[in-house]
């Protein structure tokens, strides 16, 4: 069954406007982390696919890593302040610099809780590019060094982006209708 023509309201930002906005992100990023211990981290799933279009236009030498950070419970559409972490035991932190990607950064509780953990285990760095981040929805004093775009308050999906599990492999990102909420 395909999704209903009309899942997305409106459509924020096309496959090819988000892959010129990875290759200018992975510009900057080699720029600035050139010769240095980078492990680039992607958060399962919605980062995924972001974090495909951003390495192939890193060329410095780095390790990659998945971990899986979870906030959503069900088919709510808020953030729950209870964010659990896993895989982050498997790989090393220490002296590392830390690039962690996010599909997006809403109130910026995960974000938090992932620097907290990776400081806590003596990362040398650590820093969130981001593809999409809703500023207005902010609880703690997270900036993402690295951001695609900022958004409004609005509940969008695609690119990676899911409700309640589906709708990630749409091509593009754009706001859910609501009559599907
Ligand atoms: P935060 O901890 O910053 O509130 O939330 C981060 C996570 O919440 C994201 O990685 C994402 O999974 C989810 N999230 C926040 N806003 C949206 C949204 O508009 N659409 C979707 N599909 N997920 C969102």
């Known amino acids: ?55 192939k236009y890193i060329n410095i030498n780095c390790n990659i890593e998945f971990i899986k950070a979870s906030s959503y419970v069900g088919n709510t559409t808020m953030t729950i302040g209870n964010v659990q972490i896993s895989n982050v035991m498997n790989f090393v932190i220490e002296n590392r610099d830390i690039l962690i990607v996010e599909d997006i950064v809403d109130t910026g509780l995960t974000c938090d809780k992932l620097f907290e953990y990776f400081r806590k285990h003596n990362c040398a760095s650590v820093n969130v590019c981001t593809l999409l981040d809703k500023p207005s929805r902010r609880q703690v004093g997270i900036i993402p060094k690295y951001c695609g775009y900022e958004i409004e308050d609005e509940f969008v999906i695609g690119y990676g982006l899911d409700y309640n599990e589906s709708y990630r492999n749409i091509p593009c990102v754009g706001i859910i209708n609501k009559k599907y909420i």
């Open 1 to 55: 069954m395909k999704y209903p023509n009309d899942i997305m309201s409106k459509v924020l930002y096309t496959e090819d406007q988000i892959i010129l906005k990875a290759k200018e992100l992975a510009e900057r990023i080699n720029a600035d982390y050139d010769g240095k211990p980078l492990t680039i981290v992607c958060t399962l799933k919605g980062a995924t696919f972001f974090f495909a279009d951003l390495m």
